[in-house]
């Protein structure tokens, strides 16, 4: 599930919500200070991680706006467009910058100045984004060993309208070699800067044998990875609509041609074959767990890492009769067949929409893991499963616990779930009591003492009911998109998360067929059409608006790898934005986007609802500095150093979310010039 709109404090609480090259270390280090690119998603490893040191603790109070550029996509639901969100990661390559707007726009920069280089348009006609924000978290860029060939730089990204574009890197324009023409398509393929259309060429479409897709249902949010000579990408699917939504199968592309190179769908071969006659000249089953959240890989193991969705309709799964088999869980895959090499899954059966939302993230440390290769795996309720690379193996024991039973009639849940011991879960555990209830004043907190006893409330993993269940943390999370970062020389893992409870209510299908549910906040309706329940889901809020769970609402804390305890932990935010004055107080806010940690020791972070960019003493956890942005930045930023000798700039996208002011600004910071 995304985090989606709402207009009070915690309307996240309502709503779930590479390349031959990664991100380069240094380059040539003949005189001056190395260039330093960012050329995937997550950067080199997924870790989120800058090897510049420029800036340090001693001087980050320096940091200086260098330059700031608007798109002007931007929609606040009262026009064409629902609403927009610019949760977009730019990429740095080549002394360019690149990145997507929610409206499916390129641009590329000058990463130095922020002068516009060129844009394309692909002419979006899936323009209304439903209950969830537009968005466009990334590109991706592939480089050909070959000099002087055609396209021999390439920006690859997905569209609303499901198609995969191929753009030269250096001009902008639709790569010739690449694909055919898409839904809708028109002219001759000379679409370019400034292009308003589609053009003939450039790319794919991605709805190929893709059925049960209805208008605006079936896109890529996140950027395709790039390893070697393909693209692979995933889609995002409507939650807790119905059981037949499109397959989540999961394609592998030839960058050069666009052509389809392998494509893996999350179902058992015992699925598969149970329900062959069900598919019939389908070439993929409808409703399997899909791939929505950024994708990793490995390239010297040949390994792509894809994290996984629930099946729909996400909240009853008596009937899935195995359909779930790899549903929340990590899977590696063969990069170049496709294959499946291993998986772990982080839920069983799956009824809470505790997808796998965030990127896997490589790491190696000595003391960590006996020095295995290894891959971090953050979820929504906070557990951090670290895996051995090779064989999806723990590399510290998992444990399977007992959790809450007696669903609803027909529902079959797990009589255990898994739960990390290293480090142990960092979400806020237990149960929670009226001793915990919170708000703005006594007659507050005695509401929420009495809203919470209404609910069925036995801590995590409690099983949705048709009395309502507490669930804690809310689907949102817990650990979302934004992941996590890892700092490899301070051996830390830094991770941002949100605190937040809701309650989920399964209503019985007559009923819910009979009423006259609409779309309206705090409360959301969904129908799961195919299955006995329909499902109403609101957060566990105060009359005042404020959250009754504990503070802090949001949090950043250092794990260390090597002992898996706790370093620090501080509370990530303000209520600033979202309270009237004098109610602005660090109480942690709802938080999305994800940290960047950098080899100078410095941690920066926007992600919150006050709309502040912090910097944070990733060694200490002392805030260092904070700038108030445009809009809030509800992404991850990146760093880069675009020349030889240049500087290290730190950018981030501040373009607001649902419950925020919608805005288009991607800010770029640096130290002052000597």
């Not at 897709?213 to 950027?223: F, I």
């Not at 994708?295 to 994290?307: C, H, M, N, T």
């Not at 007696?406 to 255990?416: A, D, F, Y």
């Not at 030889?644 to 730190?650: I, L, M, N, T």
């Amino acid at each position: 599930m995304k985090p989606g709109r709402g207009l009070t404090l915690l309307l996240a609480c309502a709503l779930a919500a590479g390349c031959r090259v990664g991100i380069d270390g240094p380059a040539a280090k003949t005189g001056g200070q190395p260039v330093a690119q960012w050329t995937a998603y997550g950067g080199e490893g997924a870790r989120q991680h800058s090897p510049l040191a420029d800036i340090t603790p001693a001087n980050v109070d320096r940091l200086e706006v260098a330059w700031v550029h608007r798109s002007g996509d931007i929609a606040d639901g009262s026009g064409e467009w629902a609403f927009t969100s610019l949760q977009v990661t730019p990429l740095m390559a080549g002394g360019k910058l690149y990145y997507c707007t929610p409206f499916g726009r390129v641009f590329a920069l000058d990463a130095e100045s922020g002068a516009e280089l060129w844009q394309f348009d692909p002419g979006v006609e899936n323009k209304r984004s439903g209950m969830y924000p537009a968005v466009c978290r990334g590109v991706a860029y592939w480089e050909s060993p070959e000099a002087g060939t055609a396209c021999a730089k390439r920006i690859l990204y997905g569209t609303r309208d499901a198609e995969l574009i191929a753009l030269d890197a250096d001009s902008g324009r639709p790569c010739e070699d690449f694909g055919a023409a898409g839904p809708g398509a028109a002219g001759s393929g000379a679409a370019g800067p400034g292009a308003t259309g589609p053009g003939a060429t450039g790319r794919v479409s991605l709805k190929a044998q893709i059925a049960g897709a209805r208008p605006g249902e079936y896109y890529p949010t996140s950027p395709p990875y790039i390893q070697g000579n393909i693209a692979v990408v995933g889609a995002s699917i409507p939650d807790n609509e119905r059981r037949d939504v499109p397959s989540g199968v999961v394609r592998a592309y030839d960058v050069r041609s666009g052509e389809l190179v392998w494509d893996w769908e999350p179902v058992s071969e015992d699925y598969r074959q149970r329900h062959r006659s069900e598919r019939g000249d389908q070439r993929y089953h409808l409703g399997t767990p899909n791939v929505w959240a950024p994708i990793a890989g490995d390239p010297e193991r040949g390994l792509v890492f894809v994290p996984t969705g629930n099946p729909s309709p996400d909240i009853y799964g008596g009937d899935r009769d195995g359909i779930d088999h790899f549903g929340s869980s990590i899977v590696a895959l063969d990069a170049a067949t496709g294959e499946l090499r291993w998986h772990f899954q982080t839920v069983h059966h799956d009824v809470w929409d505790y997808d796998v939302a965030s990127q896997p993230t490589l790491f190696q440390l000595p003391g960590v893991g006996a020095g295995r290769p290894g891959v971090a795996q953050a979820t929504k309720m906070g557990h951090i499963f670290l895996l051995d690379r090779e064989s999806g193996a723990p590399l510290y024991p998992v444990e399977e616990r007992p959790v809450p039973q007696r669903g609803v009639p027909g529902e079959q849940l797990s009589p255990t779930q898994p739960f990390p011991t290293h480090p142990r879960p960092l979400h806020l555990p237990g149960r929670l009591s009226a001793a915990d209830m919170d708000g703005f004043l006594w007659f507050d907190r005695r509401a929420c003492v009495e809203a919470l006893a209404k609910y069925r409330n036995e801590g995590m993993f409690t099983p949705p009911s048709l009395q309502g269940s507490v669930l804690y943390p809310t689907t949102t999370g817990g650990i979302n998109w934004g992941g996590i970062s890892i700092d490899p020389d301070l051996g830390i893992l830094l991770v941002n998360q949100m605190h937040l409870a809701s309650v989920v209510q399964l209503i019985p299908r007559a009923e819910y067929d009979a009423g006259n549910f609409g779309p309206g906040y705090p409360l959301e309706y969904y129908p799961m059409a195919g299955s006995p329940y329909g499902v109403k889901r609101f957060p566990l809020l105060s009359p005042l608006g404020t959250p009754c769970n504990p503070r802090p609402w949001g949090s950043l804390a250092a794990v260390d790898l090597r002992s898996g305890e706790v370093l620090w932990r501080r509370p990530l935010g303000t209520t600033r934005g979202q309270a009237p004055w004098p109610f602005w107080f660090a109480a942690g806010s709802p938080n999305t986007g994800g940290p960047l940690t950098t080899a100078g020791g410095v941690t920066f972070i926007g992600a919150t609802t006050d709309g502040y960019f912090h910097a944070f003493d990733s060694r200490s956890g002392k805030l260092l500095w904070r700038h108030h942005l445009p809009f809030t930045a509800n992404a991850t930023p990146l760093s880069y150093r675009a020349r030889e000798g240049g500087r290290q700039f730190v950018v981030v996208a501040a373009g607001g979310h649902g419950w925020s002011e919608p805005g288009d600004a991607i800010v770029a910071f640096t130290l002052p010039g000597e």
